[in-house]
């Protein structure tokens, strides 16, 4: 298979023309790095074997594929539930495109052309895919409008098929080196860019995703219009006059959309989660490649807002189930938590960003926390049952209707386990990044990077058991020795610091210094922007430790967070924890840890396709058989990884446990 190696997460073409710069901080290309761990490369393959094929099935067997057969022939009815269900068919073959570049296979490929052929043929000749329109111009979905793009700002999704249909165009191009789906996004992006754009039409696109996309067809073709367009659909937001500034629904006054005020003005994540994570990435990429300063002070402003007012603790956000949106500073309920699996994903690709733009540990941190709790959460560990809500507590009744308390196949909005299916093979191309003479160690997985430095070739092999064990060893080999600086993360959990803001901290913090040894010699070494640098001429053989504390840490909230005052979370490294019914006598929620409780670390390598568990022994409250007393009893205690919650069946689950009891509610039995 031809490969083209470039970063799939960001992609980085030469641009002959006059743009005014880009990201400082640019990733090692996906396809520079080749996990050999045994924690992400399970999961990527179980995704290849499992997901992808399953998700292709769902698509066929749900009428996705028959919709843009149907828009083929220009006749039938619309059979599927949203009009942006043809996504799900862009984001399987994104993915599918990702991890045939980790595994080249034959069937999957010819299996994406047949279908980029289906979607071609739906394709109208001036470049318009929409099936909810093109299978019936006379008779669409009730969201669409009569003619194009009337209810884009509200309903339609057309912009958002677009943006999908792109990002997916760039990476199977990237991966196999075809243009069939390319060219057809690109003839789609033609349209779009003489429609919309600077002295054209304006519009705020309702559900962004389409100015990154236009971003990565920019990067490949370098066709102006592109980034011109994605850069008026971010101008545009705020300028419309239908809204009432006077109302506090998010519907009638725009924050739903983003679209309240200018993004330039704009200081708080608002409205629709996944909507804004998304906008905020494509803000990032704009104001890299333009140098818009208003656009990046934006950008910082909201990511200070959400990290210090309006994430949850396992780096889910969206914490209101009605509109899928954020809520107020501090807002962040327990019960009701709605932490879309999709917020999360866009968030990682929001942080990201932030580290290309600025070169700060902080957006790895919190890219590290969403990547290894709330986000793999999403996706049982079969890779064929998902969450769409990612819940912080279930209680024995399950009553809240957002609730999820164990896994679905699939969804009628089927978003959450398609966007699963694109990120999960894409992870390769977060681990390093460079600038100049520099090297970023980002994340930590067992790898071998292929890499060239100061235009030398070199060659760094990662050797740990992370997130289980801190112990981590880089290995170089060169040709010939070699001058660069290697900037190794020092993650903010091993600094004494729960996240880069005051919403979490350690109730017991420990800054305890962390070693590093170069060729079996400890080192002093520079703290710089959350990185420890070392810089030295590299030579074939060098050997680099680097040993993480792996305490047992309880994590406190900020007293304005009203749901978990007085109560504890448990973080081990990255990892979050949760106590579930199955490994407690069969509750989860009965259950307190006072201040003098001490645990200790096991790993259980049949558990959970192996997981480290935190023991210890704790009081729990128990109700007499005959319901007429209650006494609190000492007890086994197990929390699993946060991420492996709901794989043994349906039950309680608790991850913020109060220190002492406050008081008992009294509920009447059935």
């Known amino acids: 298979m031809k490969r083209i190696l470039f970063s799939f997460c960001f992609l980085y073409t030469a641009i002959a023309f006059g743009q005014k710069g880009d990201y400082a901080y640019k990733p090692v ?13 399970p999961r990527i393959k179980v995704n290849h074997m499992v997901t992808i094929p399953a998700s292709f099935e769902r698509c066929e067997s749900t009428g996705r594929v028959k919709n843009f057969v149907m828009a083929a022939n220009r006749s039938g009815k619309f059979c599927t539930i949203f009009p942006f269900d043809d996504t799900d068919i862009y984001k399987t073959i994104e993915g599918a495109s990702y991890s045939l570049s980790l595994f080249p296979d034959p069937k ?38 009569k ?16 943006g999908h249909l792109y990002e997916a165009a760039a990476a199977h191009y ?48 370098g066709k102006p219009e592109y980034l011109a367009t994605a850069k008026d659909f971010i101008e545009y937001r705020g300028h419309y006059n239908g809204y009432d500034s006077t109302s506090k629904d998010e519907w009638k006054n725009g924050t739903y959309w983003q679209d309240a005020i200018p993004v330039v003005d704009q200081r708080e994540a608002m409205g629709h989660a996944v909507r804004a994570g998304y906008l905020y990435a494509g803000v990032a990429d704009i104001a890299a490649l333009t140098g818009d300063q208003k656009l990046i002070v934006a950008i910082d402003s909201i990511w200070d807002n959400v990290v210090s007012k309006k994430m949850y603790v396992q780096g889910g956000a969206g914490a209101i189930g009605d509109g899928e949106r954020y809520g107020d500073n501090y807002e962040l309920p327990n019960e009701t938590a709605y932490n879309e699996t999709c917020a999360a994903i866009a968030n990682v690709f929001w942080n990201e960003r932030m580290f290309m733009l600025h070169g700060d540990s ?7 926390k969403i990547l290894y709790n709330g986000l793999i959460s999403g ?12 819940a912080m507590q279930i209680k024995s009744d399950f009553t809240h209707p957002s609730m999820e308390a164990e896994r679905s196949g699939w969804f009628p909005c089927s978003c959450c386990p398609t966007n699963l299916v694109r990120l999960l093979p894409s992870i390769p191309g977060y681990v390093y990044a460079q600038k100049d003479d520099k090297l970023f160690v980002n994340l930590f997985i067992n790898s071998k990077a292929t890499l060239k430095i ?53 109730q017991h913090a420990t800054q305890s210094q962390v070693l590093i040894i170069v060729n079996g010699e400890k080192i002093e070494y520079a703290l710089e922007n959350g990185y420890a640098v070392i810089k030295r001429k590299w030579k074939k053989g060098d050997v680099l430790q680097v ?15 009203t749901s978990d005052i007085g109560k504890i979370a448990l973080q081990r490294g990255p990892i979050m924890y949760c106590a579930e019914w199955v490994d407690n006598n069969g509750k989860a929620a009965n259950m307190f840890i006072p201040e003098n409780t001490t645990f200790t670390a096991a790993f259980s390598p049949n558990l959970l396709s192996g997981v480290e568990l935190i023991k210890g022994s704790v009081p729990a409250v128990q109700v007499s058989a005959d319901g007429k007393s209650v006494q609190t009893v000492s007890q086994p205690f197990t929390a699993i990884p946060y991420y492996a919650w709901a794989n043994r069946g349906k039950g309680e689950m608790m991850l913020w446990f109060p220190q002492k009891i406050k008081e008992v509610d009294l509920v009447a039995g059935q």
């Open 29 to 41: 290309p996906f396809t520079s790095v080749q996990l050999t761990d045994n924690f992400w490369m």
């Open 108 to 145: 999957l490929s010819a299996y994406l052309d047949s279908l980029i052929a289906i979607v071609g043929r739906a394709q109208e000749p001036d470049g318009y895919l929409y099936t909810a329109r093109t299978i019936n111009p006379d008779s669409v979905h009730p969201w669409s409008g």
């Open 147 to 162: 003619v194009r793009w009337e209810k884009e700002r509200e309903l339609s999704h057309e912009l958002y098929n677009s």
């Open 174 to 221: 990237l991966a196999t080196g075809k243009r069939n789906f390319l060219d057809i996004a690109l003839k789609n992006a033609d349209l779009v860019c003489s429609v919309f754009g600077p002295g054209k039409r304006h519009v705020a696109p309702g559900h962004e995703i389409v100015e990154m996309g236009l971003v990565k067809l920019y990067r490949i073709t």
């Open 362 to 368: 902080k957006y790895i941190d919190v890219l590290e």
């Open 379 to 390: 996706v049982g560990l079969d890779g064929k049952s998902f969450f769409y809500t990612n």
């Open 454 to 506: 100061v235009d030398n070739d070199i060659t760094l092999e990662q050797q740990n058991n992370y997130p289980w064990n801190g112990d981590l060893n880089f290995v170089v080999d060169s040709k010939k020795p070699v001058a660069f600086s290697m900037l190794v993360r020092i993650p903010g959990w091993a600094r004494g610091q729960a996240i880069p803001s005051d919403l979490y901290t350690f």
């Open 547 to 561: 040993q993480l504390p792996m305490n047992i840490d309880r994590v406190t909230a900020n007293e304005k967070v």
